[in-house]
């Protein structure tokens, strides 16, 4: 199939070299793709599928979905239809009005992208949940947004505590054989007849979109407020970032219960007017590579869990599929190990391209992009639009080569506007004002390329020296016994601090005192004295989240026998 390239971010606005692409870019030229720039309105289901639907994209594959037997395609016209009757459904069957919060929590299926797209045109805000999530995360989410309504399943709808959810109305089933009563709406029932035409709310570009919910390093879950604007961004990374163009197959990892999982596995390949790939069900390393060749994926977005699991299976299921089709692959969430990328060298022949950004940053920041020569280690560049910078903690700016807090400038399309219910905790993210404080820490070297060192929090200092634990990390998980590793500092009446590693290791190696030493020996050679762990202890797997962050927190409470509190995203 072939296909002209809509007018989007071309002309003054192609990638050329990085500084020049700085210099001539602009928000507000980038947002006169969208439709506010004739009428002042906008809607993000609109601009991901309608205008799609309307142009001579119109039969082009938006969504190829996979799980197991259930293989389905939906056009934009489709997914226009789809998304319409969904937001028909919604309305005729709820009290839903603009601006209430509707959660939708269920596995990944073509009536969850149906199902979220359709809130989003009735102008509802949308709050993701991970399948994985029990009662209380359920309870902590609605309860703080004062959910109206729930998308779910019958197999999920049990650990939702309607009783003590007061401002929760109506449950909406998708499932075989619901029986309806005064709160539950058999969701598919209602489909069938719905009619396929509806008229988008228009929205500002100001207003609410998604409520993504995510840990912090204390309390509950916060609600990260995200607006109609985040669309401007989230197009542009996808162009350049992801480089996708019409003929691609696009494939995120992502569960959209997470922000990877909207705002790349769902709209900004749709804003694009790509096609996207959805894979149902759980991490199998088959799978993945047989779905890689059966839809000839050529741009894919996933993380270094996952790719350390296809690494530690090794070569062999490698060899049953062709995964020639790649083209580009990027990662997010957590650092991009070295070993990832020589293995991502050896296995794919090319770069796997780290990209850095947060739940609360909307779309991605920090990347290695377009026309970005890649330094290794590094997790790239401001992307255009973005100024980044290192702060101390009084919010000074730091010279090149000092670690200090990652900060960006107030005010990128994407960035969250409120944290649900919490105004201190969102005027807190800011210093001066004017720069919004990541909580990671980095250094920037000379060339303005940015270095992640860890969590604000998570920085280990031992006999006055500073370790980041992602560096010691890093270098464990280059010996070939360790397969995970997590780092604390530990502490020590002496030293502050010391070093304290957590491993699991690769099947056939005995977790014995020999072993041990070999490895610190190994990261002393491979870092430095200092850096190398002087306590180790062998684990079979360490606590992780589901975007496969190894959390060193929870380590840390085991570790002083403390309470490891909200554990909702830990991966079970
Ligand atoms: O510590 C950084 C890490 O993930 C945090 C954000 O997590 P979350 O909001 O769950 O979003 C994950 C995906 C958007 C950051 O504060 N992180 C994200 N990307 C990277 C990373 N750490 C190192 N390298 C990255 N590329």
Known sequence: ????????????????????????????????????????????????????????????VALYYKDGNRKEAYTYYQMKRMTNKSANVLRNHSTLERGDRLFIFMPRSPELYFSLIGTLKLGVIVGPLFEAFMEGAIFDRLSDSEAKAIITTPELVDRIPVDKLPHLKTIFLIGENIVEDGMIVDFNKHMKNASHSFQVEWMDKEDPTLLHYTSGSTGKPKGVLHVQEAMVQQLQTTRWVLDLNDEDIFWCTADPGWVTGTAYGIFGPMLAGGTMLVVGGRFSTEGWYEAIEEYGVTVWYSAPTAFRMLMGAGE?????NDLSSLRHILSVGEPLNPEVIRWGMDAFKQR???TWWMTETGAQTICNFGCLPIKPGSMGKPVPGIEAVIVDDQGNILPPNQMGNLAIKKGWPAMMRQIWNNPEKYDSYFVNGEWYVSGDSAYM???????????VDDVIMTSGERVGPFEVESKLLEHPAVVEAGVIGKPDPVRGEIIKAFVALHEGYEPTDELKEEIRQFVKKGLAAHSAPREIEFKDSLPKTRSGKIMRRVLKAWELDLPAGDLSTMEV
Do not use: C
């Open 445 to 455: 070297d000379e060339d303005g390329y940015f270095f992640f060192q860890g969590r």
């Open 1 to 60: 199939m072939e296909f002209k390239t809509l007018p989007v971010v071309q002309g003054d606005y192609q990638l050329r070299d990085y500084d020049e692409t700085v210099a001539a870019f602009s928000w507000a030229d980038a947002e006169k793709q969208f439709s506010w720039h004739e009428s002042g309105k906008v809607n993000i289901a609109h601009e991901a599928v309608d205008r799609h639907a309307e142009s001579y994209r119109k039969n082009k």
């Open 316 to 320: 062999g299921p490698m060899k049953n």
């Open 352 to 354: 796997i391209h780290d």
